[in-house]
């Protein structure tokens, strides 16, 4: 710690293993903002927090120990602060949930619609968990920053206020690599891509099935690992897909680029209600365009019909119409791709993200200490 009040990250997880939100933080920590530390907290016991300027909490269970000495504010990564799965998503009819956080509601899914265990002690743990998190949250009116307006949607749904409420979608650094716009050769490869854990929420199945009604000449790369991965193979199998798919694994960035560069579009086919896109981003930066899923905050991340196609979940046929018309079409390939990256470039760098950011950490700043109203609508 310095003499001088900075603003500090405040995150409980080791930052160090790579996940979406670990990454995000690392990257906002490296990236060298004025007046905000390099070095992310991980643990407040002991800590005197009138020393902080601000705290910017990256995750629901950090909430728990702060004190309201200081100016906070909290990014919603997740579903978490509104559903105790945190899945908003029933998997047993393959349904999303539309409800607000209840009792009953949330108990009635976790045992009937599948949302989250069965089992009766972790049922009650996540129920209690979220409304402590959303207590603490009204007692301390700490505002708090959506990721997508489907996001900042629920948390008003669910008795947070307006005014306390920020969209800020999220940014993804400019890729060191060489970058360029779809060629014709490449397009005529005919490869397609899916990047993502392979767990049935991420729609791999779906986009499987969608495959094998697609021209024989389109070619799926997978790009990551999960415990389902077993059963997505034997239905490639089953599928007789397996001259068209190629499994490659988790994947290091300078893997990932190469992967990207080599398609003519990015499929991202989630059945659940992602929070936000950052895979259309990252897809955008590279000059792809994205087919995604209509749910969730994807729609924040995705232009339908300028950077990507957006396509109803689970919809076999508007899949494979999807996929197909940008297999047959490389021109528009080609314009969607350079559209996401012009969107990339005005709306998405890590540069206008951390400058959007610094406006609302002085308004929460400001309202901390009584100056004005935080944000209007």
């Avoid at 120990?65 to 990564?77: Q, Y």
């Avoid at 129920?127 to 207590?135: N, P, Q």
């Avoid at 060629?183 to 993502?196: V, Y």
């Avoid at 960035?253 to 895979?279: H, K, N, T």
């Amino acid at each position: 710690m310095t003499n001088e009040k900075l603003i500090y990250l405040y995150a409980c997880s080791d930052i160090s293993t790579g996940g979406g939100l670990e990454t995000y933080v690392s990257t906002l920590a490296s990236y060298g903002m004025p007046g905000v530390s390099k070095d992310v907290i991980t643990s407040l016991e002991g800590i005197d927090q009138t020393q902080f300027k601000l705290l910017h909490v990256q995750e629901e269970r950090a909430l728990i120990d702060i004190t309201g000495e200081c100016p906070s504010i909290f990014t919603a990564h997740n579903h978490n602060p509104y559903c105790p799965s945190g899945t908003k998503y029933f998997s047993t009819s393959e349904q999303f949930c539309t409800r607000s956080m209840s009792v009953l509601g949330c108990t009635w899914g976790h045992l009937i619609d599948g949302c989250g265990s069965r089992r009766p002690q972790k049922i009650v743990h996540n129920i209690l968990s979220s409304y402590r998190l959303l207590e603490k949250l009204k007692k301390l009116r700490i505002p708090v920053i959506a990721n997508s307006d489907y996001v900042r949607e629920q948390l008003i749904k669910n008795g947070w206020p307006a005014e306390q409420t920020v969209t800020l979608r999220c940014g993804t650094p400019i890729p060191k690599s060489v970058t360029a716009p779809l060629t014709l050769e490449i397009h005529q490869n005919q490869r397609i891509l899916f990047a993502g854990r392979i767990v049935p929420d991420k729609g791999l199945e779906w986009l499987l099935k969608a495959l094998a009604q697609t021209e024989v000449s389109i070619h799926l790369d997978i790009a990551g690992e999960g415990w389902d991965r077993p059963r997505m193979e034997k239905l490639v199998n089953q599928l007789e897909l397996t001259n068209r798919v190629t499994w490659h694994g988790w994947c290091n960035s300078e893997r990932m680029d190469v992967l990207y560069q080599q398609c003519f579009a990015i499929i991202f086919p989630s059945v659940w209600p992602e929070p936000a896109g950052l895979i259309t981003l990252e897809s955008y930066a590279r000059y792809r365009p994205v087919i995604a899923s209509r749910v969730g905050g994807i729609p924040d991340y995705l232009l339908n019909g300028e950077t990507g196609i957006l396509v109803k979940v689970n919809d076999i046929k508007q899949l494979v119409a999807a996929i197909t018309e940008l297999s047959t079409n490389y021109q528009k390939s080609r314009f969607l791709g350079q559209q996401g990256h012009a969107w990339f470039l005005k709306e998405f760098t890590m540069d206008i993200h951390v400058n959007k950011l610094q406006k609302i950490y002085e308004k929460t700043i400001d309202y901390f200490h009584g100056h004005n109203l935080l944000f209007s609508e």
